[in-house]
């Protein structure tokens, strides 16, 4: 489920592989700590729906004071609705997240699956598409989203699309690069010579062997992703009736808390989201650390 | 993504894969101190080619893809169907799809960028005037990220490891996750607005006073007092870059032979910092500069949005609301072209700063 783990089952020999690589990343403090902050928010997440529900999340029938500061009944005090902000941060730990996990799924893959073509096939197929991730890349990423999310129209859907577009081309050139080293090994030669054709070469020899690269890249990817949401959302192209952090924010800013100057309605979501992301970048460099042979001698 | 420029971390690495690769094949180039002329035309059709791509995407995304220009701009009030065709026929709705792409190159070749539902003016005359605003911002905020992160990268690089190291680049890493725009409201909150006892002194928006003369140092002063706070957001968020990309190729120049000898010459450690490690670490991080400066323009959509600056990210801001379409569409092609011409100019410049492809 967590990136460590499933990079753990890539690699070659599985279990003494596994081992060693747990231990080497228990000597990575830091990354240590990424991956507990990371399951806390998973965990949490997961379980929000057993102790919070729709009487205290419906605007219509939350009972509590407006904008209220933090007290003994609501830790983090209360939005202009009434609502616990203690509860919306937890509720919005679920939205945030899914969103920042699919659009990474979706630019990890699509990215990987450019990549991989691109360094398999040399030539004209290879030089175009690195052509078009170029042009990708130039193109500026935050004005791009915007302006999908914004004719795509308000919501998580547009906006996953959005984060997408703009960021698959880090992964492709990533992969293509990392294809292009695993293609010049012998094994994939040996294959070739008993027959394997493009596409088994692809499925069988490369995408094994740049899994782990792949899995690394998504766990910063998902850091970057998670951002980019926040802002796409608080910059108001996010669905108004859901809870994430960046809708939090946006209505903390926009809505009067911020005038009003309280500031229990505007720390908790950007401290979350700085969390989140700080964990994925952390967990995802200790693995990196780990999976490098060059690092691993030092 | 770069409200950040936001992906630091890949786009380091990348950078410094970049910087590396024309080294890497200078066998293949002919000395001369200026870049060749074919050098230079290729570059230049490149450039050419990707804003053409850069059209063909915008009008894709604004001319394409949206269902009905003309609900949308009618969204809200009543209207005959007359009224519609007629909007159409003046939009040039009821042409084919290629005749409205050729009318659209051929506006923005002509700096007709089209003209905005919601202010309604034409979107390069409101761009050009919101131009100044965000170069004055992104100019101060780049400057100081860079002097900055240079400086800080140069120093933990050289003592990687050291308590100094550690610290800062767990700030710079620190400083990277947090999202600009939270950044932002919270120096807002705690500077202009004021926390409990503590009572703001800086202006809350905009770039100056009404109430202030408009013109002489009074004037400056009052802008850059409102320069501060958006400034400063921006720096901490950007400078952690160039903090990572200096102490990578600080760290990979450590080991050179020719620091060796340099101290064998009985040079001081910071002289043999400052004149002989510096000059050849600097060089993938010029890169990264000169990449980073085009998304300089695009970069401050969120703060420019906070704060209220009067730049190209608040006007991207208010069309967002609308949404006005035709201003959306004319910020992206200012800011796509903006990116492909620091991208050109950083490859010249890269290409005359190296010595190693420069004279061969």
Redesign the interface.
Known sequence: MTAAQTATAALPTRFAGARRFARAFRGRPSGVAGLVILIAFSVLALAAPLFIGDEQLDVTKVDGPLLAPPSADYPLGTDQSGRSVLLLLIWGSRESLRIGVIATVLTVVFGSAVGIIAGHYGGFVGRILMQVTDWFIALPSLPLAISLAAVLGQGSMSITIAIAVTSWTATARLVRAQTLAVEARPFVERARALGAGDRQIMTQQVLPNVMPLILVSSTLTVAGSLLSEATLTFLGLGNPADVTWGEMLHEAFFGGAFTAGAWWFLVPPGLAILAVVLAFTLTGRAVEYVLDPRMEKK | ????P??A???SA?AT?AAKAPAQDRTERRTSRLPRPGYLLTKLAAAVV?FA??LV?GFV??NL??ADPVRTMTRGRPVSEAELIRLRVQLGLDKPIWERFLDFVNDTLHGNLGYSWEYQQSVASLTMHRLGPTLLLMGTSFVISVLLGLWLGLRSGWRAGSLFDRITSATA??L????????G??L??VFS???GPFHGFLPTAGMSDPTLPQTGMTHWLDVAEHLVLPALTMVLVVYAQYVTIMRSSIIEELGSPYLLTARAKGLTDAAVRRRHALPNALLPSVTMIFMHL??L???A??VE??FSWPGLGDL??EA??I?D?PL??G??IV??A???LM?LLADLAYRFLDPRVRDQ
Do not use: D
């Open positions: 993504m770069s409200s950040r936001a992906l971390e890949p786009q990348e894969e990707s791509v850069t995407i995304l604004f893809m949206p890493l620190t990277w996750s947090v999202p600009t725009f939270w950044l409201m919270i807002l909150i607005v004021g926390v085009g998304t323009i695009s970069g959509v969120t949005a906070i991207t801001f967002l609301k949404p379409l959306l569409q910020t992206f800011f796509s903006s990116v492909i991208n």
